[in-house]
């Protein structure tokens, strides 16, 4: 009984990651529409991560440009 509930979380935790790189992957195909600066910046794939980090185009939006950095530093503490 705990094998199989390991196992299923494990194959939720499985799942959970291939919608996040779906979606990132999503997102990463429309970031010359939707935040065209940005991505002339740091490229689709860091503007798609970065908007998916910070919680949406309207939150990037919000942060000032001096705390881009530490959003970065934040989801790479976390990642570990």
Request: one cysteine or more.
């Amino acid at each position: 009984a705990e094998w199989e509930d390991i196992r299923a979380a494990c194959d939720a935790a499985l799942a959970l990651h291939a919608a996040k790189i779906r979606t990132l992957t999503f997102i990463e195909s429309r970031m010359s529409a939707l935040a065209p600066n940005v991505s002339a910046l740091v490229g689709t794939r860091v503007a798609a991560i970065l908007v998916g980090t910070v919680g949406g185009l309207a939150a990037l939006v919000r942060i000032p440009a001096c705390n881009i950095a530490v959003v970065g530093q934040q989801k790479k503490a976390l990642n570990g």
